[in-house]
């Protein structure tokens, strides 16, 4: 996936931050250097150089606090700019110790932060600071004591965070902390970007209706056309998406346009194919979920019972209780429910009567399996028996094949999708297929 440069620059004298500003980003220093320093009056004290590598800036937004000191580019810097809510966000979503401990440093950062500059003004004497210091040492002297003992906590602070250090050598724990932030913070920008250049576009994949292949119905699946021109498929990005947190605002945006698809539809055909929308388990995430769904299939204007949500096994593996509530707020909505992919991972019969499905999608893996192994065949007859018992329908999804079609057809399965039928196609192509 070619990810945008999003990188800012700073020619050499200018300002990334100075004391007092808000704190809207942290920065990961990517070439030249920056000089960090107070401040007071006519004196400068520098507390610090960085270079490549290094992070700055990320105690104020930490803590949200204006800036404590001044960062100027030593020369032509290139930098990667944290957004605060990015920071804010993976705060929120951290274990309680780990906010507890992060806490812990930020006040003890900010207590001997506002003691060095105490010292740096005359105010504190240096004993109160450092309690062993000899009084007779020089003014220069007394300070480098401190800011000795500021940089060893902020070396501290590193290591135990596992953090780029504050100064060079640190060991491959860090530099793989910085490479991975490097990479997810560019993945969410690079989506939030293509959300805002409108470089995601939904295609259609026909389900038809086995006995008459009617199209009955269609599931949006999402791609995006980068800004060079290249198609990248759902399975490289709605991984990073879902890493990024970014799947919740995509999500809405694919449930919306889905939704808009149907609705024409239903505009000019008396029985038009319903919409079916894959739904990601970070996506539950969201408390707000099912309300702001209902709300955008109000919006549209869409009749709720023509959309059905594909869920797959792994989000009521991973949280079944948080799962079953959503699903019957979801079922509730008068939207329908799928069980996707079903025969990959546990395939645990007890959601299928513990979870208001109306619908089990039987994966691909099973259906092209049917050639060749009996048992597959056998598996794929008892679970379309099975889903009807338990009042469900049936999709076979990834069908290539006229012999999948006669198989699927004598265990009496009710719908398909896959290329033998139509692989996922524009809105105009997928008009003309209903023609
Ligand atoms: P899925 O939900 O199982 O979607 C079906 C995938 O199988 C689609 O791939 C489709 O193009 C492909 N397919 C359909 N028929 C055939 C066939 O006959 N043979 C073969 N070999 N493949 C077939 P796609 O579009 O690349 O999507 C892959 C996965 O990405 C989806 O699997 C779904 O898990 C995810 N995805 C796609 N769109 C969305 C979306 O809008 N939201 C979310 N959360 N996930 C999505
Ligand atoms: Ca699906
Ligand atoms: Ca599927």
Redesign the pocket.
Known sequence: MALKDFSTYFDAGEFLFKEGDRADFAYIIESGSVEISHQIGDRKLVLSKLGEGDVLGEMAVVDKQPRTANAIALEPTRTLEIPIDYISEKIQDADPTVRMILRLIMYRYRDADARLRQVFDGILPIDEVLPNAESTISSTGELKSVMAQFLDMQQRISTAVNMPAYQRGDGPGGEQTLLSTKILVTQDKSIKSALQDEEFH??F?PIVELTSEKIVGC?????WTDSAGKMI???QF?PRAESTGL?VE??YW?TRK?CEFQFKLACQYKDPPFVS????GK?FEDKNLINSLADIMDDVGVVHDQVKF?I?ESLLMDNPEIAGDALKRLKETGAKLAI??FGTGYSSFNYLHQFPFDTL?I??SFVSAMSSNVKSNEIVKSLVHLSHDLGMDVVA????TNFEVDMLLQHHTDYG????FS??VTEEEFIKLLK
Not at 219 to 223: C, Q
Not at 277 to 280: A, E, P, R, T
Not at 417 to 420: L, N, P, V
Request: include cysteine; charged fraction near 30%.
């Open positions: 939904l295609c994949q599931e949006a699946l999402v791609r498929m759902p399975t709605i799947i995509l999500g694919i889905a929308i894959n739904l990601s996506q594909e797959t996707d992919d999608k994966d691909r999804e990834g069908i290539e999708q896959g290329f033998y692989k996922g």
